[in-house]
C-alpha cells in the first residue's frame, strides 16, 4: 500500500474507532464529568491512562479481528473466552447492543423534541431510515460517515478546550478540587473496559475486512491520541465550571452558553452526529452476528432491529438497559484482561 493511501485509510479506521466510541454521554459531558473532571487534576493522569489503553488494546482488538478474519463480534469472543463461554458473552453483547439501540433511537427522537420542538417520531424515523441507507453500504458506509461526522466533533471539543482556556487560564485549572471518592485509575480502566467491549461491535469486523495490519496499527494509534485530545479539552473546559456542573444532566451547557447562541444548534448537530455514529455501529454489528444465526439476509435483520427498536425506544427498553449496564461493565474487564492476555491467533 502506498505511504499516503495508507495514512488516508488509517485515518478513517481512526475516525471511525472515535465515531464508535464516543456517544450522547460523551457529548453531553456527563461520562466525562463522572469518570474525570470529578477526580480534579487527578482527571488528567486518568485520560493519559485511558489514552494509551484505547491506543494499545483497540488496536489489538482489531488486530485479532484481523487475523482471525472475522465477519462478526462472534468469533473474537469464541476465541477470547472458549466456545461455551463465548456462547453466553455474545448473547450478553447482543442483549447490550440492542439495549444501547433503542436508547439512541430514543435519544434522537428527544432531540427532536426537546431542542427543536419537532416531533419525537420524526426525528427517530428520519435517523433511522438515514443510519439503514448508510449501513446499506457495509463497512464502507460506516467509514465514510464516521470520516465526516467525527472531524466536526473533533473541531468541537477544540474550540470548548479554547473557550475555557480564554475564560479561566490554566491557574483556574489547577485550582479545582476532586469531588469522587474513587480511585483515577478504577475510573479510567472501567471507561476504557466498558467502551471497548461495546465497540467490538465495529472494530472486530473491521478488522476483519481491512486486514492489513500496519494500516490497522496507525488507525489504532490515531483513533485512541484523538479520544485522548478531546477528553483532555472537554475536561478542561468541564472543570473551569466546578462544582456548578454537577448534578446537571447536560454539563457541557454551561461552557456552550458563554459561546452564544449560534454555537447551541453546532452542539446540537454534533450530539446528533454522536449518537448517530454510535446508531450504526450498534446495528451493523448487531446484524453481522445475526446473520451468522438467523437465515435472514444482513438487510432485512437490519430492518427488523430497526423496527423492533422504534417499538422498544416508545416502551422504555433503555431503562432495562440501566440494570444490565453494570453487569456489562464487570464484563468489559473480563474482556480487557482476556485482550491483554491472550496470543494473537496464527494465521
Same mark, same amino acid.
Given at each position: ?11 478513517? %479506521? !481512526?475516525?471511525?474507532?472515535?465515531? &464508535?466510541?464516543?456517544? $450522547? /454521554? +460523551?457529548? #453531553?459531558?456527563?461520562?466525562?464529568? =463522572? ?124 474550540? %470548548? !478546550?479554547?473557550?475555557?482556556?480564554? &475564560?479561566?487560564?490554566? $491557574? /483556574? +485549572?489547577? #485550582?479545582?478540587?476532586?469531588?469522587? =471518592? ?124 430497526? %423496527? ?40
Amino acid at each position: 500500500m502506498v505511504l499516503h493511501e495508507r495514512w488516508v485509510t488509517a485515518a478513517r %479506521v !481512526g475516525f471511525t474507532y472515535i465515531g &464508535t466510541v464516543v456517544g $450522547a /454521554g +460523551f457529548a #453531553s459531558g456527563q461520562e466525562i464529568m =463522572q469518570f474525570f473532571t470529578a477526580y480534579g487534576i487527578d482527571g488528567i493522569w486518568g485520560i493519559l491512562a485511558v489514552t494509551a489503553l484505547f491506543s494499545w488494546l483497540g488496536t489489538r482488538m482489531m488486530l485479532m479481528g484481523a487475523r482471525l478474519k472475522a465477519h462478526s463480534y462472534e468469533e473474537f469472543n469464541n476465541y477470547l473466552f472458549g466456545e461455551r463461554w463465548g456462547r453466553w458473552m455474545n448473547l450478553f453483547v447482543g442483549v447490550v447492543l440492542f439495549g444501547v439501540t433503542t436508547a439512541m433511537m430514543s435519544g434522537t427522537g428527544s432531540l427532536f423534541q426537546e431542542q427543536l420542538g419537532w416531533s419525537f417520531h420524526l426525528g427517530v424515523i428520519v435517523t433511522s431510515t438515514l443510519a439503514f441507507l448508510i449501513i446499506l453500504r457495509g463497512m464502507e458506509g460506516i467509514l465514510s460517515i464516521n470520516s465526516l461526522v467525527v472531524p466536526l466533533m473533533f473541531l468541537f471539543t477544540m474550540m %470548548v !478546550g479554547i473557550q475555557g482556556l480564554k &475564560t479561566s487560564g490554566m $491557574a /483556574g +485549572f489547577l #485550582s479545582v478540587e476532586a469531588t469522587a =471518592q474513587g480511585h483515577w485509575l478504577i475510573s479510567a480502566v472501567t471507561y476504557v473496559a466498558f467502551n471497548l467491549a461495546m465497540s467490538q461491535a465495529v472494530l472486530v469486523p473491521l478488522g476483519g475486512e481491512m486486514q492489513d495490519e500496519k494500516t490497522l496499527r496507525l488507525g489504532g494509534l490515531l483513533g485512541g491520541v484523538g479520544l485522548g485530545v478531546m477528553l483532555l479539552s472537554s475536561n478542561f473546559a468541564l472543570a473551569l465550571k466546578t462544582p456548578d456542573i454537577y448534578g446537571m444532566e447536560i454539563p457541557i451547557a454551561l461552557v456552550i452558553a458563554a459561546l452564544g447562541e449560534g454555537m447551541k444548534y453546532f452542539f446540537l448537530a454534533v450530539m446528533w452526529g454522536e449518537i448517530f455514529t454510535t446508531l450504526i455501529g450498534n446495528v451493523y454489528g448487531l446484524a453481522a452476528n445475526l446473520e451468522q444465526v438467523f437465515p435472514f439476509r444482513i438487510n432485512t435483520l437490519m430492518g427488523m432491529i430497526f %423496527v423492533v427498536g422504534y417499538i422498544c425506544s416508545l416502551i422504555g427498553f433503555p431503562v432495562l438497559v440501566g440494570y444490565i449496564y453494570p453487569v456489562f461493565g464487570y464484563c468489559g474487564i473480563i474482556v480487557l484482561l482476556l485482550l491483554v492476555l491472550r496470543k494473537y491467533p496464527r494465521y
